[in-house]
Nanobody
Framework: QVQLVESGGGLVQAGGSLRLSCAAS????????MGWYRQAPGKQRELVAV???????SYADPVKGRFTISRDNAKNTVYLQMNSLKPEDTAVYYC????????????????WGQGTQVTVSS
């Protein structure tokens, strides 16, 4: 099995910054893409940012220029640096990883973290 554990959420004033971390552990041969999603109350979960194993990144339009995703492949960890936070960034943030679990099976499996609350006050 694979576990993803997020940390770094909290309460911050508008304009402030937070850094989220997500560490993957367990039966892992390789992690392909890792990403951050968020879900606000009453809304669907949406992609925030994604990073490939090689370091290519992609961002949702609302966070471009404010959020930065990065990863440490040696630690199986992905980060999300969030700057210039806005009240509309308030949500539960989830990390996601596409994992190859066995050298004998090239299939990837997606795993989710438990989520971490980010609240931005105006």
């Amino acid at each position: 099995q694979v576990q993803l554990v997020e940390s770094g959420g909290g309460l911050v004033q508008a304009g402030g910054s937070l850094r989220l971390s997500c560490a993957a552990s367990g039966s892992i041969v390789r992690i392909n893409a890792m990403g951050w999603y968020r879900q606000a109350p009453g809304k669907q979960r949406e992609l925030v940012a994604v990073i490939t194993n090689g370091g290519s990144t992609s961002y949702a339009d609302p966070v471009k220029g404010r959020f930065t995703i990065s990863r440490d492949n040696a630690k199986n960890t992905v980060y999300l640096q969030m700057n210039s936070l806005k009240p509309e960034d308030t949500a539960v943030y989830y990390c996601n990883a596409e994992v190859i679990r066995s050298p004998l099976n090239p299939n990837t499996y997606r795993f989710w973290g438990q989520g971490t609350q980010v609240t931005v006050s105006s």
